[in-house]
Nanobody
Framework: QGRPVESGGGVVLAGGSLRLSCVLPASSFRSYVMGWFRQAPGKERVFVSAINWNDRTYYADFVLGRFTISRDNAKTSAYLQMNSLKPDDTAVYYC?????????????????WGQGTQVTVSA
């Protein structure tokens, strides 16, 4: 069981798009819930989105309609497509994996965390 590894962060103008990727080398990947969280400068880490083993998706209100989460079990990967980015989306984005629980917006539902990838949206 490895740790999630994120990629795809960068600098983008407001209104632009980025696609984050998360690879988790795990034979049980298809049974895990995959989540994305973010931490803006000076703020606590917050839930962004999650996808469970049945491809059911969950989103924070502030990204609904702009971000899309997906997974590819064959590649043991999860993705976060981010469109219509705003300066307020600037943060370090973390990928997390876990066996899930009753509230996927909670960090305690996840067992493994990546190091994070920086997303900067300039006005």
């Amino acid at each position: 069981q490895g740790r999630p590894v994120e990629s795809g962060g960068g600098v983008v103008l407001a209104g632009g798009s980025l696609r984050l990727s998360c690879v988790l080398p795990a034979s049980s990947f298809r049974s895990y819930v995959m989540g994305w969280f973010r931490q803006a400068p000076g703020k606590e880490r917050v839930f962004v989105s999650a996808i469970n083993w049945n491809d059911r998706t969950y989103y924070a209100d502030f990204v609904l309609g702009r971000f899309t989460i997906s997974r590819d079990n064959a590649k043991t990967s999860a993705y976060l497509q981010m469109n219509s980015l705003k300066p307020d989306d600037t943060a370090v984005y973390y990928c997390a994996a876990g066996r899930g629980g009753p509230d996927l917006t909670r960090e305690s539902e996840y067992d493994w965390w990546g190091q994070g990838t920086q997303v900067t949206v300039s006005a």
